[in-house]
């Protein structure tokens, strides 16, 4: 195994009516003008942005909102919300939302505080040196981004989607209501439980380093999101299920499922964020769509892991060469997807990209990640095209 | 399930050689001037401690030191540290050591910080606001400290033994080299394994609130020390079986294995604190001695938790009735210890209290408590004696 850091301060405060401790979290983290930003108008319509507002009057702590982050969050607002919290003298972000809100926070957030164009960090120009404190009222079960170091934000010239990751921008304190997570329509919940997993299979399924513990609590987390996901597809407003969810979110992006390995695969994210660049798809269901073309490509590479993950997550019988194991439990998987509705490849996820589209994208994706990455199997620009080909 | 706060600020620097990047983690959460606070000659004999003040001094950091910190650690070393950090105008303690270094430096830090004596905390009188930084170097996996909020100190006087928990004593940093561990006896690394089992026990053995991943992450981890303790037994220098027993006290005690719950039930901790006060036993040997007694004297009051336990744990097979199967898995626990040479009843631990003694205890234990406690059965003082009468 490998040593590692394992960081994360964020103080999660979980559980009903959650949301109305919110002025004195940020207190205790020093805020005194906040800059409130969240997405499009389900948090006004459910009443919580009110709720949150009159809670912080009461508490005489001062704000300026900044609503319209968009899943995949675009470059323009967080700009837009930089020269806000300059000209306001904001010293604190409350971001109220899923991870589009929170992801556009944490990189308004080192926009602020950086010298220089902010998109230069996701751009792997410059690194940041330090960030805006933030606080997280989640509203999505998805993305982890309200315990982990990362954001992804889009530029919309030339639709560049990338990631940024430092310590700095780990959220202050999260206040998670699973009641929050209600209003959500089906295909979103089931978005989330399926980027919920991929945090951690991304983390899972590597050739090096690997720690009994990690993988016992990746495979106790993923059987756990894959067993309320079933419940949440029937019953949308079961509690526990949602809270099961939601906090799973949490773990499976805050690094405790990757502790000791060579620090995950991460390339079924890396090809769907050229998808989602390009065709402003769920992240969730890009990843659906994605994954098991990219399972199939590199399983061989990396068996043993595909062989643990098929029996101890998808329950496959032990029975057979490991190659015919491995690949029951990639078939599992996506009947998983098919049973809460996601799609299994790009025509079921909706796009119909031409050959040249999918050029496009493999050339996009390996440029992004300085030509090949990946652990369990390393992808070059051809093996990526490969993949995207495969998933049509 | 409940509401919970998760707060682990604790910068964790995990893998071999890590004592080396000391200097940069003090320097990163402010420290200036040290107290290096530690315990036995080992650290010292083993060369750690010149290794730690070597790099220290190249660093230029300033620092004072005081060793002793004993098992069960000492109220009156800890006023000797408060004065010795006033003297010298200390603020940062770095604890090298294991569970005794860290609960005594913890206490050290609230009464610097803290007016008055800094016993009325553990002794329930006020509680602290404060507490000076710590860092710390670990050398046994056991207490969990290193991540906690907790610590336990003993006055001399009357051998009163108590814990305090706030989030102010959390650690800033945990330095953890699995090597640093190889040089334990075999019956401490047995009693490091006892207590981390038991930090994650305390937590599955309760009637409310219990969340499903909460309960998986529990059982990975349980099966995960049961296994890599096994393998200590026979070679105690296997550098991944320390690995993981090392992390896995970290994340036993941190609060993750009880997100959720009812907080827990902790009797049988309680139970072992007296002891540990009246006759200074190691106190992992303690739980293991005291464990079954409680065990039997509950488990029909929390039957579904120890048949889960027995099945998911212990690997007992599901035969027979509910109560049949959770008797199962505490006899597979106790024979477990048995085969790393844990004491199951007093007996085997070394002591033989009088009568008058286990009613010592047990009316100092109910004191302690206040009156009654637990989860999995509540218990008081006429149940705290039946079971310390069993445990004989």
């Not at 005194?32 to 409130?36: A, D, E, F, Q, Y």
């Not at 999505?140 to 982990?148: C, F, L, N, R, V």
């Not at 310590?167 to 959220?171: D, I, K, L, V």
């Given at each position: 195994m490998f040593g590692f850091n394992y960081y994360t301060p964020t103080k999660v405060v979980f559980g009903?009516?959650?949301?109305?401790?919110v002025a004195e979290l940020v207190k205790e983290f020093g805020g005194?003008?906040?800059?409130?930003h969240y997405g499009g108008g389900s948090v006004v319509r459910s009443g919580l942005l009110k709720r949150v507002t009159d809670t912080l009057d009461a508490a005489g702590i001062s704000y300026v909102m900044l609503g319209?982050?968009?899943?995949?969050?675009h470059l323009g607002l967080v700009y837009e919300g930089i020269d806000l919290c300059k000209k306001e003298n904001v010293d604190f972000i409350l971001a109220v939302g899923g991870g589009s809100a929170i992801d556009s926070a944490k990189a308004i957030g080192y926009g602020v505080v950086?010298?220089?164009?902010?998109w230069d960090f996701y751009d792997y120009k410059r690194k940041a040196t330090g960030c805006l404190p933030l606080g997280v009222i989640l509203t999505?079960?998805?993305?982890?981004?309200?315990?982990?170091d990362s954001s992804v934000i889009t530029k919309e010239e030339g639709l560049v989607k990338r990631g940024y990751s430092s310590?700095?921008?780990?959220?202050k304190f999260a206040i998670m209501n699973p009641?929050?997570?209600?209003?959500?329509?089906d295909y979103q919940t089931a978005c989330g439980c399926t980027d919920i997993m991929m945090h951690t299979m991304e983390r899972y399924?590597?050739?090096?380093?690997?720690?009994e513990i990690t993988d016992a609590l990746a495979e106790g987390l993923l059987r756990t999101v894959k067993k309320n996901a079933l419940i949440l597809a029937e019953d949308p407003n079961n509690y526990d299920a949602r809270a099961e969810v939601m906090w799973a979110g949490s773990l499976a992006h805050n690094g405790i499922t990757g502790?000791?390995?060579?620090?995950?695969?991460?390339m079924t994210h890396k090809l769907e964020h050229e998808l989602g660049g390009l065709y402003d798809v769920a992240h969730g269901a890009g990843l659906a769509a994605i994954w098991g073309s990219w399972a199939r490509y590199v399983y061989k590479d990396c068996l043993p892991r595909f062989k643990k993950f098929a029996l101890n997550?998808?329950?496959?019988?032990?029975?057979?060469t490991d190659e015919e194991i491995a690949l029951c439990g990639i078939e599992a998987m996506e009947d998983f997807y098919r049973t809460i509705k996601?799609?299994?490849?790009l025509r079921e996820l909706g796009v119909n990209p031409t050959e040249e589209e999918l050029v496009t994208m493999a050339k996009k994706c390996a440029i992004g990640v300085g030509g090949e990455m990946g652990s369990a199997k390393v992808l070059n620009e051809e093996a990526m095209l490969a993949i995207y080909r495969a998933s049509m």
């Open positions: 009903k009516n959650t949301e109305s401790k005194t003008k906040l800059l409130i319209g982050a968009v899943p995949n969050p950086n010298e220089g164009d902010v999505i079960a998805a993305t982890g981004s309200e315990m982990s310590n700095y921008c780990r959220p009641e929050l997570t209600m209003t959500l329509p399924f590597t050739n090096g380093g690997n720690m502790c000791g390995n060579d620090g995950g695969d991460w997550v998808m329950d496959v019988r032990d029975e057979g996601m799609p299994t490849n």
